[in-house]
């Protein structure tokens, strides 16, 4: 049986909802302060943004680094974008 897949949100990533997880999971109850993601979440955040743009690919070979570059960029971006300021 296949799976169902949900669309993607215009203007909203796919990886977006892994940083807010992640995110959700390291903040204490009542801070107000900005959380620290580890490195090891951060790269875990990357390799599935790298790996779901292979998939939209077909997993054609040959893009792997740049897969993982634009991952790279665009899970920084968003923990900017959570922590306001610069990326873990």
């Known amino acids: 049986m296949a799976k169902s897949r949900t669309p993607e949100t215009p203007g909203r990533s796919r990886v977006a909802p892994i940083a807010d997880a992640a995110v959700a999971r390291a903040k204490r109850p009542g801070s107000t302060t900005s959380v620290a993601v580890t490195e090891e979440a951060r790269r875990t955040m990357i390799a ?41």
């Open 48 to 88: 599935e943004n790298a790996y779901l743009r292979a998939e939209r690919r077909g997993f054609t070979p040959g893009n792997e680094d740049a897969d993982w570059l634009a991952a790279e960029q665009e899970v920084d971006a968003l923990l900017r974008a959570r922590h306001g300021g610069a990326a873990q």
